[in-house]
T-cell receptor, first 115, second 113 residues
Framework: AQKVTQAQTEISVVEKEDVTLDCVYE???????LFWYKQPPSGELVFLIR??????QNEISGRYSWNFQKSTSSFNFTITASQVVDSAVYFCALSRPSGTYKYIFGTGTRLKVLA | DAGVTQSPTHLIKTRGQQVTLRCSPK?????VSWYQQALGQGPQFIFQYYEEEERQRGNFPDRFSGHQFPNYSSELNVNALLLGDSALYLCASSLWGQGVGYTFGSGTRLTVV
């Protein structure tokens, strides 16, 4: 069975602090995709990153970075120098390698960035 | 280029009633998936349509049904509404078989009273 665990329900930080959102996954598949999505109050899920299980290279995109560790089944997301606009719910998701296979989402982490 | 469009935005229904939610996929996409997101939870997969057929289904009762039209748009129908059906219903579109992620709509907020 596939499962995604986001143990942090809510995190509050002060603007400009760094923050890491944890994601732990379970799957028996040897090939899979991992994703991070941002959900602002409007409700739309905004795509942030997709990671193939074969690619363990960490990725940086501006203030965002992702740490994928297959050995611990984790795919953590760090925001550097957080801003108020980063306040949202963040979801980690898992999928089989088909581009149209269903996603298994975690329960999300609500991030509040205080000015 | 329009993204995924869902209607209505909000809806209030009474227990036992039936509801239909609508989704227009992103231009160029041919596959539509529906997710239910209860308050404080992550989205849960309901089902997926491609070529007007249900291709995958999650763990949802038969009260949940769907349809896809020749223009790729889709409807989600829920019969005999329960209070527990109150949720944000998200539609996601994609291109069948391609290694790209879904594009999500902003959802329909359904409240069952």
């Amino acid at each position: 069975a596939q499962k995604v665990t986001q143990a942090q329900t809510e995190i509050s930080v002060v603007e400009k602090e760094d923050v890491t959102l944890d994601c732990v996954y379970e799957t028996r598949d040897t090939t899979y995709y991992l994703f991070w999505y941002k959900q602002p109050p409007s409700g739309e899920l905004v795509f942030l990153i997709r990671r193939n299980s074969f690619d363990e290279q960490n990725e940086i995109s501006g203030r965002y970075s992702w740490n994928f560790q297959k050995s611990t089944s984790s795919f953590n997301f760090t925001i550097t120098a957080s801003q108020v606009v980063d306040s949202a719910v963040y979801f980690c998701a898992l999928s089989r390698p088909s581009g149209t296979y269903k996603y298994i989402f975690g329960t999300g982490t609500r991030l509040k960035v205080l000015a | 280029d329009a993204g995924v469009t869902q209607s209505p935005t909000h809806l209030i229904k009474t227990r036992g009633q039936q509801v239909t939610l609508r989704c227009s996929p992103k231009s160029g996409h041919d596959t539509v998936s529906w997710y239910q997101q209860a308050l404080g939870q992550g989205p849960q997969f309901i089902f997926q349509y491609y070529e007007e057929e249900e291709r995958q289904r999650g763990n949802f009762p038969d009260r949940f049904s769907g349809h896809q039209f020749p223009n790729y748009s889709s409807e989600l129908n829920v019969n005999a509404l329960l209070l527990g059906d109150s949720a944000l219903y998200l539609c996601a579109s994609s291109l069948w078989g391609q290694g790209v992620g879904y594009t999500f709509g902003s959802g329909t907020r359904l409240t069952v009273v």
